[in-house]
Nanobody, 122 residues
Framework: QVQLVESGGGLVQAGGSLRLSCAAS??????YAWFGQAPGKEREFVAR????????YYADAVKGRFSISRDSAKNMAFLQMNSLKFEDTAVYYC?????????????????WGRGTQVTVSS
């Protein structure tokens, strides 16, 4: 059974940091991504990483503040979130794909976690 389980969300003051983790199981993925969904808004791309080579790509809004990484041996992905802003408040979803080519759209990813809430107080 394929499963993605996020952890690490919580309440943090603006300027603080959080580290999200995603534990994957059931299949070998070619890449991972994180998406955020704020209340009343669509799910938006945050960052992605390839399993092999660790190539990364970020949304403009998080460049220089967030860092995505993976541990291929443990089938895990991470999102280090620094200098958090109020507008980063959202439910963050881990996504994974078995596609060879993938980019930043929700349709590029085959599997999703249930999400973890990140709340940044101003």
């Amino acid at each position: 059974q394929v499963q993605l389980v996020e952890s690490g969300g919580g309440l943090v003051q603006a300027g603080g940091s959080l580290r999200l983790s995603c534990a994957a199981s059931g299949v070998t993925f070619s890449g991972y991504a994180w998406f955020g969904q704020a209340p009343g808004k669509e799910r938006e791309f945050v960052a992605r990483i390839t399993r092999s080579g660790g190539l990364t790509y970020y949304a403009d809004a998080v460049k220089g503040r967030f860092s995505i990484s993976r541990d291929s041996a443990k089938n895990m992905a991470f999102l280090q979130m620094n200098s958090l802003k109020f507008e980063d408040t959202a439910v963050y979803y881990c996504a994974a794909t078995i596609k060879t080519l993938f980019r930043s759209g929700t349709s590029d990813y085959d599997y999703w976690g249930r999400g973890t809430q990140v709340t940044v107080s101003s």
